[in-house]
């Protein structure tokens, strides 16, 4: 993701400013969750993970309702990541095509002077901070489905006093 921004600085077109690319990339790490999930916690500890604390009784139906959202909120982490990347990588090379633009408007000998390298530095930024987010959501996403949570009493010895 960081070469494919990087790609936006220089190029006219980048991999990370095509928002198929971004998908593919956010299914790609997404996917990698559900299966690190499933090979933690095995298929069905990993589905229950999404059903929250275990009730009884009637009180079955907000575990059926708490799975109903976890599985949307899943698909939309897809959705998160794909979008968030591909606006602020587009919204870098718009930003430089409208002050090219701009500058063309100018008077004479002016109108052949483009400033959108002015924001070269900002764009930079841009690639460095979107593939660290992207990179972070997906180990947040990871230590999520992957951790082991005890419940119940510890068995661990109280410390002395």
């Known amino acids: 993701i960081f ?3 990087l790609v936006s600085l220089f190029m ?4 990370s400013a095509d928002l198929s690319f971004n998908l593919g990339m956010a299914l790609m790490a997404v996917g990698y969750v559900q299966y690190e999930g499933i090979r933690t916690n095995g298929l069905f500890g990993h589905l229950s ?15 059926v309702l708490i799975f109903a959202i976890e599985i949307v909120s899943e698909l939309m982490k897809n959705i998160s990541l794909s979008l968030r990347l591909f606006g602020n990588i587009h919204g870098g090379h718009e ?16 109108n052949y002077v483009t ?7 900002l764009k930079f930024l841009t690639c460095i901070v979107q593939a660290l987010v992207f990179t972070l959501l997906t180990c947040v996403y ?11 009493p510890s068995t661990e010895a109280a410390p002395a006093h």
């Open 12 to 15: 006219p077109y980048a991999p």
């Open 142 to 152: 990871l230590s999520l489905v992957t951790h082991h949570e005890e419940h119940g």
């Open 115 to 121: 400033v959108g390298f002015l924001l070269l530095p």
């Open 95 to 110: 930003a430089v095509t409208a002050l090219n633009n701009l500058s063309t408007n100018w008077p004479m000998p002016f």
């Open 49 to 63: 993970h999404f059903a929250g604390p275990k009730m009884a009784g009637i009180m079955v139906i907000i575990n």
């Open 3 to 5: 070469f494919s921004n």
